[in-house]
């Protein structure tokens, strides 16, 4: 492959990674969703979470989910919970949240 071609490979992939970033959801909808979250399922949670669930409920396919439940149970575990139940806590809160995965747990 040219060097010029990989060149341009690597700006349509780094925009693209820019463009899927969790910084373009607007700051406005994540205390709107802890608002609607503890309204809707009595669940209160703080505005790192948030952040992420905000970003698998806006966003298309089943990885952004699954990257969400990962950071959010990589913040629970910095917090001091067990790496077992931090999973099943995050893979819950999506879940019951956004919908959708399964709910084999």
């Not at 010029?4 to 969703?33: Q, T, Y």
């Not at 893979?91 to 995965?101: D, F, L, P, T």
Request: hydrophobic share 40%; aromatic share 4%.
């Amino acid at each position: 492959m040219p060097i010029s071609s990989r060149r341009r490979v690597d700006m349509i992939v780094a925009k693209r990674r820019e463009s899927n970033n969790l910084r373009n959801i607007p700051e406005v909808l994540v205390p709107l969703w802890q608002v609607k979250i503890r309204e809707r399922f009595g669940i209160n949670i703080d505005r790192e979470i948030a952040r992420y669930i905000v970003m698998a409920a806006h966003e298309e396919g089943t990885w952004k989910k699954q990257r969400a439940m990962q950071k959010i149970e990589d913040i629970l575990i910095e917090r001091g919970m067990s790496r077992e139940e931090s999973t099943k806590i995050s893979r819950s809160v999506i879940n019951i949240v956004v919908g959708g995965g399964n709910n084999s747990d």
